[in-house]
């Protein structure tokens, strides 16, 4: 899909030259695009660059993968095989060329309906960044669905809360939410439907199947019946807000325009799974978003999981436009509700008197009458600074200016120029 067009800043000048580069990939070993935004593409090279794109297509179209899925299954379960170096499911006939790859056998039905423990996530890749929610945080999503009444679930790169709702659908009759799946990774066509996968980048709100497919995603958010439907999504870390926000904002739109009297002024209602460290910037971009104390653990990613005894800390948080009260937050994790704020929050996490509010991120905290807020409990007041922080530090001093535009008054890491790239 499109480029982002980006801006590079170098230190002492006031204008940065801006450029073209790949929405997804933040690191360029996955994708070399570059263009500078002036720059006069020659013919010569546009037709290389369309031949490349040709030839990096997968090697079958979904329609494609939907049909050799339904003969896969016919397949008694002797027959099933599937492919860990091409990540593919094979048909008999193909057996041969990949004879020397690494085969799964006997693959069975609930490996299917598990696609995200079949597929190796693709962790290492800066531009996936496939982190899974572990059991319990999966579940945990799923019913607050339920209590809130949620009927349909847009799944924006979260194919694990999908793969869920999918096999609840087909093993229990009296369970009515359904799920559509947005995610940039095309293998999961193989294992749904067009009416249940929709490739899609959510840097750019691109749907590579181009009409049919975005077609596909607008009567998905159709609420028929008064079937309401929700946004969650949980994006590689990485991600610019500033991009995601915006693609959230066009699916948002692509919501309220389904409604033909209904929705004016309200907000699609949307779960945002991020660090709590972004919580300026998204609000930044949906200033009617509040952040969650819920925990969100995974499988894979080592310092955000569980361990078998006590817990480490994960600092991925839920972000909502939902009545923050109506966000019930298990008790026996050790959540509680606050009155005063109206939210659940988690145990260590005290009510200030003078914020009035449960100000605490990850650990206690404590408030600073200088800051006029409440600080890591770790943080000194330092008069030189005129601001908490550590006490091994060096005073910058206010006089110098930043570092990336030479202006006075911020460090070069809360520089504002540096917002644009
Ligand atoms: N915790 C989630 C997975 C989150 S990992 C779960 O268990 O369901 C991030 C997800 O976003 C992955 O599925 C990844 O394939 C997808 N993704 C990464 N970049 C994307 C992009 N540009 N557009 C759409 N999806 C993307
Ligand atoms: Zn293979
Ligand atoms: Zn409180
Ligand atoms: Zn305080
Ligand atoms: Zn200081």
């Known amino acids: 899909g499109p480029a982002l067009l980006f801006v590079k800043t170098s230190q002492g000048k006031q204008e940065g030259r801006r450029f073209y580069a790949c929405s997804a990939c933040r690191d360029r070993?996955?994708?070399?695009?570059?263009?500078?935004?002036?720059?006069?593409?020659?013919?010569?090279?546009?037709?290389?660059?369309?031949?490349?794109?040709?030839?990096?297509?997968?090697?079958?179209?979904?329609?494609?993968?939907?049909?050799?899925?339904?003969?896969?299954?016919?397949l008694p379960s002797s027959k099933r095989r599937f492919c860990q170096d091409c990540q593919q499911l094979l048909l008999p006939a193909e057996w041969e060329k990949h004879s020397d790859h690494q085969l799964l056998c006997d693959i069975t039905t609930a490996q299917l309906k598990s696609p995200s423990q079949l597929l190796h996530p693709l962790e290492n890749k800066k531009t996936n960044a496939q982190y899974l929610f572990a059991d319990r945080s999966?579940?945990?999503?799923?019913?607050?669905?339920?209590?809130?009444?949620?009927k349909r679930v847009l799944s924006v790169g979260t194919p694990r809360l999908h793969e869920i709702i999918q096999s609840k659908a087909s093993q229990e009759e009296e369970f009515s939410v359904r799920s559509l799946l947005l995610d940039i990774d095309f293998r999961y066509s193989q294992f749904y439907t067009e009416d249940e996968f929709c490739h899609y980048n959510m840097f750019n709100h691109h749907f590579f199947g181009g009409e049919a497919t975005r077609e596909t995603c607008r009567k998905f958010l159709c609420e028929e019946n008064g079937e309401r439907v929700i946004i969650v999504t949980d994006p590689p870390f990485g991600g610019l807000v500033e991009a995601l926000a915006s693609s959230f904002k066009k699916l948002m739109a692509m919501w309220r325009e389904t409604e033909k009297e209904g929705h004016d002024n309200k907000e699609m209602p949307m779960l945002w799974i991020f660090p709590y460290f972004f919580e300026s910037r998204i609000l930044d971009f949906f200033p009617s978003f509040s952040m969650m104390d819920y925990q969100v653990d995974y499988d894979n990613h080592a310092l955000y999981k569980h361990g078998?005894?006590?817990?480490?800390?994960?600092?991925?948080?839920?972000?909502?436009?939902?009545?923050?009260?109506?966000?019930?937050?298990?008790?026996?994790e050790g959540y509680r509700f606050c009155t005063v704020c109206q939210r659940y929050v988690s145990s260590g996490n005290q009510h200030c008197e003078i914020c009035n509010s449960c100000t605490s991120k990850v650990r206690w905290q404590k408030h600073?009458?200088?800051?006029?807020?409440?600080?890591?409990?770790?943080?000194?007041?330092?008069?030189?600074?005129?601001?908490?922080?550590?006490?091994?530090?060096?005073?910058?001093?206010?006089?110098v200016g930043?570092?990336?535009?030479?202006?006075?008054g911020h460090k070069r890491s809360a520089c504002p120029s540096l917002s644009h790239t």
């Open 308 to 332: 078998k005894t006590g817990r480490r800390q994960s600092p991925v948080r839920i972000f909502t436009n939902l009545t923050p009260s109506m966000i019930v937050l298990p008790e026996e």
């Open 402 to 408: 930043c570092f990336v535009c030479g202006k006075a």
């Open 138 to 150: 999966c579940q945990f999503l799923l019913n607050l669905l339920i209590d809130l009444g949620f």
């Open 29 to 74: 070993k996955d994708c070399n695009f570059f263009q500078w935004e002036d720059e006069k593409v020659s013919e010569t090279r546009l037709a290389a660059r369309e031949d490349y794109n040709r030839n990096h297509q997968p090697s079958f179209t979904h329609r494609q993968n939907v049909d050799r899925y339904k003969n896969f299954v016919l």
């Open 368 to 399: 600073c009458v200088l800051c006029k807020k409440c600080v890591k409990p770790s943080w000194f007041h330092c008069n030189n600074c005129n601001c908490c922080t550590l006490e091994k530090h060096s005073c910058e001093k206010t006089d």
